[in-house]
């Protein structure tokens, strides 16, 4: 695609529901990020993607956060039992490799009620 | 732990100024910084990537400078126009580490009045 492309735009869940984002980065960019931006600060680091695996997954707050990405491609980030706090914008970004420019999507909206 | 601060957090300008958005770190050891542009609702853009070898980069009317050793960098707008309206972002990144360390300060919000 012409972008990083990120579905939903919008999420709103009840607090303790499961919820999955995705992420469609560019294609043949093999590096793949996962940030969280709340509001008024800049976004955090989660979990990198070099090909299939998680090659740091250090941002990663807490067991109930976990991404996958099969096939090197799509990614998708999935929170489970989800609390008030979780509320942020997650963003995902790619690159050709890590030291590359790395291009974001517009981002997911996730607010946890 | 690098932590990375952009003063004013709000800044507004009459149209047609040129102006200065900075950004310091506490950490000189970085490997590049990068400014980033975001937009309402919308993901981020990069604008410029610096090398910790440079000392600045200029792609049309932008100009970011880099000075290391006091942490500090400065993104220079020149003839400011009502389309360079957003926030601007800028991050560090550590040496033997890319995209996937970037830190990222809490942005200056730019309002450029017609």
């Known amino acids: 695609g012409a972008g990083v492309s990120q579905t939903p735009s919008n999420k709103v869940t009840e607090k303790g529901k499961y919820v999955e984002l995705r992420c469609d980065p560019i294609?043949?960019?093999?590096?793949l990020y996962w940030y969280r931006q709340s509001l008024g600060q800049g976004p955090e680091f989660l979990i990198y993607f070099q090909g299939t695996g998680a090659a740091d997954d250090s941002g990663l707050p807490n067991d109930r956060f976990f991404a996958v990405r099969p096939e090197g491609s799509v990614s998708t980030l999935k929170i489970q039992r989800t609390e008030r706090g979780d509320s942020a914008v997650y963003l995902c970004?790619?690159?050709?490799?890590?030291?590359?420019?790395?291009?974001f999507g517009q981002g997911t909206r996730l607010t946890v009620v | 732990k690098q932590e990375v601060t952009q003063i004013p957090a709000a800044l507004s300008v009459p149209e047609g100024e040129n102006l200065v958005l900075n950004c310091s770190f506490t950490?000189?050891?970085?490997?590049?910084l990068q400014w980033f542009r975001q937009d309402p609702g919308k993901g981020l853009t990069s604008l410029l990537l610096i090398q910790s070898s440079q000392r600045e980069q200029t792609s049309g009317r932008l100009n970011a400078s880099l000075d290391k050793s006091s942490g500090r960098s400065t993104l220079y707008i020149a003839a400011s126009q009502p389309g360079d309206s957003a926030t601007y972002l800028c991050?560090?990144?550590?040496?033997?580490?890319?995209?996937?360390?970037?830190?990222f300060g809490t942005g200056t919000r730019l309002t450029i009045i017609p």
């Open positions: 294609s043949g960019h093999t590096a």
């Open positions: 991050a560090v990144n550590p040496p033997n580490f890319g995209n996937e360390k970037l830190t």
């Open positions: 970004a790619s690159s050709v490799d890590r030291n590359t420019e790395a291009f």
């Open positions: 950490d000189s050891a970085i490997y590049n």
